[in-house]
């Protein structure tokens, strides 16, 4: 073999290493890749059935609810437009009350419910991720706008 074709097949074995590589550092990427959902988008069935994700809203008042001899608990999250419930099995951080902001990651059941692997709460009464504040807004947005406004129900 002639050294210039000997170079030529180092050059092609190395591309090859480096796709190998490209394709592994991808594949972590894309596995370990969580995306953040509002409750609307889950009931509009935006969020992905078979794949973890994160939901995050508002705890719903009076939805918090403690099952006697364990650490399982069960709450709804809202944006104010929909409201998904969440059952969670583990230890809820300090912050963690009803009305306040909670992210919760894990996947949707077949019944419809969340069923977390871990929950977050906010920790600053005035920071809400841009992502939450913008979905909850948009969400208040669309249900003000189903609604008859005041004037046409005068009417």
């Known amino acids: 073999m002639k050294a210039r074709h000997r170079r030529f097949a180092w050059i092609g074995a190395g591309l090859v290493a480096l796709g190998v590589a490209v394709a592994l550092v991808l594949n972590a990427f894309q596995s370990n890749l969580v995306f953040f959902f509002t409750p609307s988008q889950v009931a509009a069935k935006e969020a992905p059935q078979a794949r973890a994700f994160r939901i995050g809203g508002l705890v719903e008042p009076g939805s918090l609810k403690r099952e006697s001899n364990s650490l399982t608990v ?68 669309k249900s003000a706008m189903s609604l008859p406004s005041l004037q046409e129900t005068k009417r």
Request: glycine share 8%; charged share 25%; hydrophobic share 35%.
């Open 74 to 141: 069960q709450f709804r999250v809202t944006d104010t437009a929909q409201s998904i419930p969440v059952t969670y099995t583990g230890l809820l951080p300090d912050l963690f009350k009803e009305g306040k902001g909670v992210v919760a990651q894990g996947r949707l059941g077949s019944d419809g419910s969340f069923h977390a692997t871990e929950v977050l709460a906010k920790h600053d009464e005035n920071y809400m991720p841009p992502e939450a504040k913008d979905a909850i807004d948009q969400a208040q947005r």
